[in-house]
Each structure stands twice: as C-alpha cells, then as structure tokens.
C-alpha cells in the first residue's frame, strides 16, 4: 500500500457508520469503557500488508505495535494462508485427546523442543496465552503434589505484570485495576515489585547493584512465605504491557539463582518475547536477559497473530514428573493442538527460519530501531528511551530536566496515542510511557518512517496539552 494523496474509502461510508453503530452497542470490546466507544466509535481496521495496515477511510498506517505485540512476520503472507488453507481442506479439525494425534500438532511439538533451550522437553498446546499460564499454574501445582510437597501451591509473579485475563491469569498478572474488579487474586499468588530502574533504581546505585537488589526482592519474598509454600516464580524477559520494563544485566542470573537455592520452579512468560521480538527464539535467551526457565509459556508470535495458538513448553524436571505417575494431568482444551494453527505456526517457524530473521533483528534492524528511536529524546516531551529487540519506550515528561511527570489527568498517554493515530502510526500508552513494539520484518525505510510519524505526533501531543494549560 503506498500513501494516496486523496485516498478513497476502503469501505462505503453507510455501511461504515452501520458497521460503527452496531459495534458501540452490540460488541463489547476488551479493556474499553463502553461509554467511551459510544463517544468515540471504533477505527474500523479493514486491511494489511507488510507493516501497515489500513482503515475503512483509506488511511494507510504503520502498524508499530504488531496487532498486539503479535504480528512478528507482518500481513498478507501468502506462505501462511497457503497453509492455514491446505490443512483446513485436508483435515480442519481432530482433537488430541484420547490417544489421537494429528500431523501438524505432532511436527509443531518436535520442531518447538527443537528451537527451544537445552532442557525442554515436551509442549501442552492451548489457545492463547491465558490459557497457556492457567495450564502452567495447574501443571506446577500439580508437579509439587507429584513430589509430595503438596504445600508448594504459591506463584510468585512481578507487580504491574500482565499474564492474561483468565482467573488464573489475571490473578498471576500484578494488575491492580484487574485485581480491583471481582476479587482477585485468587489465593496463592503473589507479587514482587518489577525491576524497574527509573521508579525503583536509587541515585548512584549502579546497573549490577539495582539488579542484585531487585531480584533480592523474591529472596525476601520467599523467606516471608517459607521456601515450602512457593511453587514457582513467573517472569517475563522483558514486561510487555507493562511498559517495554528491561531488566538491568545480571536480574536473570540472580532470579536463577535465588530459585534453584529455594527449589521454586522458574517460569518464563514468553508470550511476547518469544518467537523472534528480542532476536533470540525465547527472550530468555538473550544475553542481557539470561536465564534458563523450568517451563516457558508462549502465544501470539507463534503463528505470527494468523490464527490462536499457545502453550507450554515444559523442561524435563516437570515432564518426567507428569509422565512417569501412571495417572492422566486432568486438563486440556478442545482445541488443544489445533490442527490448523498447528500447521499456520510450522509455516511460520519455517518462514523466520529460511529468512533469516531472527539474526536480521540481531544484526541490524533492532540496533537501527535503538539508535533512531533515541532521537526522538530531542524532542521536549520525550526523554529515558530505551528497549531490546524489536521493542521501545520512552516517557512523556511535562518537564524533563525536573523529571516532572504530567497529572493523570493531563491524559498525555492517552492523547500521544490518539495523535500517533493520526500522524499514521499504531503507537501503545502504558501510562505515560509510549512503546512500540514493529513487526520483525521492518526495513530501515519503514523504521525511519515510524520514526517520523511519532516525531510528529509528539508535536502534537506539545501543541494540544499546551492548549489545554498542561505546560509550565
Ligand atoms: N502473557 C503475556 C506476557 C502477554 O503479553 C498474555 C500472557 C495473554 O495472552 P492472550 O493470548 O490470552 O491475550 C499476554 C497478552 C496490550 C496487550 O495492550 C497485551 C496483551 C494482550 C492484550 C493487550 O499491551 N498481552
């Protein structure tokens, strides 16, 4: 798609404005106030290639967000929908329960231990990476009753973590709003403050002293429970929704340590670094990141966002566990294995693998996205960039020589997101924090474009909290 000068509507706009009408009342939307969609309707998304995507007006936008932190290989990929078709025509469905198997899940299974760190083992399929960290919650608990400490039942996750929107999910995430609505957490989960520099680092302390200090916070943690309470710790590499949260080096290590001295088990939340988004297969690997996981969960990436698919992937301390009891793991979903998004995630795996780009992101398109998304810092409301992999961040300061965040109020995320819209970039608010998050296949030409657009939408974003009286 290239820009149109006077671009025509994608779609008729009667039909829009049904589409619009019907959507505000009829579809409840995730984590949107319907009052708010009733004043605002919905941008009706109607097409995508490559990095871009476009509305039902025309409007061609770079879409730095990957859907939701999902779309690694980018829209309109032939080789995927080629598979998503020939599967659906040989055999749409069979289920992996009862001793069946079918092709695609059995290939999908092989190649993930394949790809994944030394140690994996085996994979339990689910439809999402809600689904994934309740089947990790359930399998957890269930190892520790297997080894007859029953009373190994607590998680332990980061505060500000999002994990998902199930029971388990949600209660396992450190989301206060999420929590704040139908009492969660459930029992047996708890939380540690994340190891986020710019809230929690102190003046002067250095990189290797805030990481030892941050990952010292589960060693408290446990020491409170007591060592024989605690099943698992449960981490992202870096925190996706919480706001692009990169550990300083050497948190991996420590967190590692700490768990293996107390026997916990070491979780790692690849729903969003997985698959390619730091460069590595699993985020975990990473050098700056650095751990080796007892079980990693994984999602969207997976199958680049084309169809639903997640799971675990279980090291073989867990799944000689669960094999060796002579007794079934009470848990599985209908779709578990889906043969079809099995088959659109081998297709998948093979385009990052036959393209090269994973190394790409190593080699040369995360460092470009680095150094010119730091640029942006000259502009005056942008400043404390940072990022790994195909992710960013930066915050909105209302004065940033005196670190001054803006009021709540201010909406300032809110309004830089809704001016990246319509500059032509798909930029996420985290608070006051903006990240992106491209998809892995972003020429330089497409990074410098992102880049552009949010140099512009930040001006606005100035020009329109100035207007409002939100500037010194
Ligand atoms: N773990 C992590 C780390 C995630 O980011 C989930 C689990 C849950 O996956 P499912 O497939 O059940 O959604 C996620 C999902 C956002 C945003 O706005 C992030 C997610 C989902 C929706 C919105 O940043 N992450």
């Given at each position: 798609m290239t820009r149109r000068s006077t671009p025509p509507p994608a779609l008729a706009r009667p039909l829009l404005q049904r589409l619009q009408a019907g959507d505000v009342v009829h579809h409840l939307h995730p984590f949107t106030d319907p009052a708010e969609l009733r004043k605002h309707p919905p941008r009706v998304i109607v097409r995508g290639q490559g990095v871009r995507i476009e509305d039902a007006e025309g409007r061609e936008i770079l879409d730095a967000m990957s859907g939701l932190w999902c779309v690694n290989l980018g829209y309109g990929r032939a080789d995927l929908v080629e598979a998503a078709t020939r599967q659906m025509l040989q055999l749409p469905y069979y289920n992996t329960f009862f001793h069946t198997t079918t092709e695609p899940a059995a290939e999908l299974a092989d190649e993930l231990v394949r790809i994944a760190p030394p140690g994996m083992q085996a994979v339990f399929f689910t439809e999402s990476g809600s689904s994934a960290n309740d089947t990790m919650v359930r399998m957890v608990r269930r190892y520790w009753e297997l080894q007859g400490?029953?009373?190994?039942q607590v998680l332990i996750a980061r505060r500000n973590?999002?994990?998902?929107?199930?029971l388990g999910a949600a209660s396992l995430g450190g989301m206060s709003e999420m929590h704040a609505q139908g009492g969660l957490p459930l029992p047996d989960f708890s939380h540690v403050e994340q190891p986020h520099r710019l809230l929690l680092g102190t003046p002067g302390e250095s990189d290797a002293a805030f990481a030892l200090r941050a990952a010292g916070w589960l060693e408290q943690r446990i020491a409170e429970l007591g060592a024989e309470r605690v099943a698992a710790f449960v981490m992202e590499p870096v925190q996706g929704a919480g706001g692009v949260i990169v550990p300083p080096p050497g948190y991996g290590r420590e967190i590692q340590r700490i768990c293996r001295r107390h026997g916990v088990l070491l979780v790692s939340d690849e729903v969003i670094c997985g698959f390619g988004r730091l460069g590595e297969w699993f985020g975990c690997g990473h050098p700056r990141i650095d751990f080796e996981p007892d079980l990693i969960t994984f999602a969207k990436g997976v199958t680049s966002g084309y169809l639903p698919l997640g799971g675990v992937l279980v090291g073989a301390r867990v799944a000689e566990a669960l094999a060796g009891q002579g007794e079934e793991f009470a848990h599985g979903f209908t779709y578990s294995g889906h043969p079809v998004c099995c088959a659109v995630a081998l297709a998948n795996l093979r385009a990052l693998q036959r393209e090269g780009v994973l190394q790409r992101v190593r080699d040369s398109a995360a460092p470009y996205l680095r150094r010119r998304f730091a640029e942006?810092?000259?502009?005056?409301?942008?400043?404390?960039a940072e990022g790994l992999g195909m992710t960013a961040a930066l915050v909105l300061w209302r004065d940033k020589a005196r670190r001054e965040a803006f009021p709540p109020e201010a909406q300032a995320g809110r309004r830089c997101r809704e001016a990246c819209f319509d500059c032509g970039v798909v930029m996420r608010a985290v608070g006051q924090r903006m990240v992106i998050a491209p998809p892995l296949v972003c020429s330089q030409a497409d990074i410098d474009e992102i880049v552009r657009r949010i140099g512009l939408a930040l001006e606005r974003t100035l020009q329109g909290l100035r207007r409002d009286g939100w500037l010194h």
């Open positions: 400490q029953p009373g190994r973590a999002y994990h998902g929107s199930t942006l810092q000259q502009h005056p409301l942008a400043g404390d």
